[in-house]
């Protein structure tokens, strides 16, 4: 951390528990590299007390907080004013302390990840096929309007709660429509982007159970899972000459815009930045 002065710019990161965060870390590598005079702090907060500790942003001096788990739901209630998308996905994972401590939530979780997925695999274009997603949770509502939003002409959401998949597709539009878990194989016909949103397949949970043969061999295979960063899904993909995007990256890139209204500079997101990350707990 840098030396700070009384006039320090500070922000932070609210979870509950909040130890397995890497976005101190994250903000920490651009503070330092931009020479800022401030800091980004972990904040343990517990669900109950979000409603306080959110209040408590502009009276200690703090421009603003990233959310994480459980938060980014209850969240939308709790601010003054939220971004339209955010207000479609139904969740905040940014918040901006205004002039006057007006509390502007956000949401730049579908940002990173189309971001990510565009710096990765810039050949890919949203109208070459069919998206198939596979989750009906938070991140997979965000991922579905930035797919949508970026001109996706027909997205499949599988999941193996039905009744989670038909909710999340109604509350779009008709471009999205709900696919049964038994006939997630054949969603894979024809699709030029297939993306995993649940965490099947990080350390300590079951890999994605999904027979990849009836996906084209140009589709892309995207996994938000990060831990590890070569899911069995993407070691599969990579198998058959798939083009693949692993999940760091959208870790990386949701953070710019929060950043850059905190503290004045449009960050980067550089090979020496995901080293860092990466190398972190």
């Known amino acids: ?78 601010v003054d004013r939220v971004t339209p998308e955010a207000r479609r996905i139904g969740a905040v994972n940014t918040i901006l302390v205004g002039e006057g ?5 956000s949401n730049t979780d579908g940002y990173g990840f189309i971001e990510h997925l565009r710096a990765s695999q810039p050949r890919w274009r949203p109208a070459a096929g069919p998206a198939v997603l596979v989750g009906a949770g938070g991140a997979a509502r965000a991922i579905a309007v930035a797919l949508l939003d970026a001109g996706v002409t027909e997205l499949r959401i599988v999941n193996r709660s039905r009744p989670r998949a038909l909710a999340l597709a109604a509350a779009l539009d ?10 997630r194989v054949g969603a894979l016909a024809g699709a030029m982007l297939l993306v995993n949103s649940t965490s099947l397949g990080m350390t300590g949970q079951p890999a994605l159970d999904l027979d990849l043969t009836r996906l084209p061999a140009a589709a892309v295979v995207d996994d ?8 069995p899904l993407l070691a599969a993909a990579r198998a058959r000459g798939n083009p693949v995007v692993d999940g760091i990256g959208m870790l990386l890139h949701q953070a710019r815009p929060g950043f850059t209204a905190w503290f004045g500079i449009a960050p980067a997101v550089t090979p020496a930045l995901r080293d860092w990350v990466l190398a972190g707990p």
């Not at 429509?177 to 006939?183: E, F, K, L, R, Y």
């Open 101 to 105: 401590g007006e509390l502007e939530g």
């Open 174 to 183: 008709a471009r999205a429509q709900a696919v049964n878990w038994s006939d």
């Open 1 to 78: 951390m840098n030396a700070l002065s009384g006039q320090a710019r500070l922000a932070g990161v609210f979870g509950w528990p909040i130890g397995h965060s890497r976005s101190p870390r994250l903000h920490g590598f651009w503070l330092a590299e931009h020479g800022i005079d401030g800091a980004y702090l972990p904040f343990a907060v517990k669900p109950e007390n979000l409603a306080g500790a959110l209040r408590a942003l502009p009276l200690l001096g703090l421009r603003g907080v990233n959310l994480t788990l459980p938060h980014k739901e209850a969240a939308l209630a709790l």
């Open 224 to 231: 938000i899972v990060y831990v590890p960063l070569e899911t």
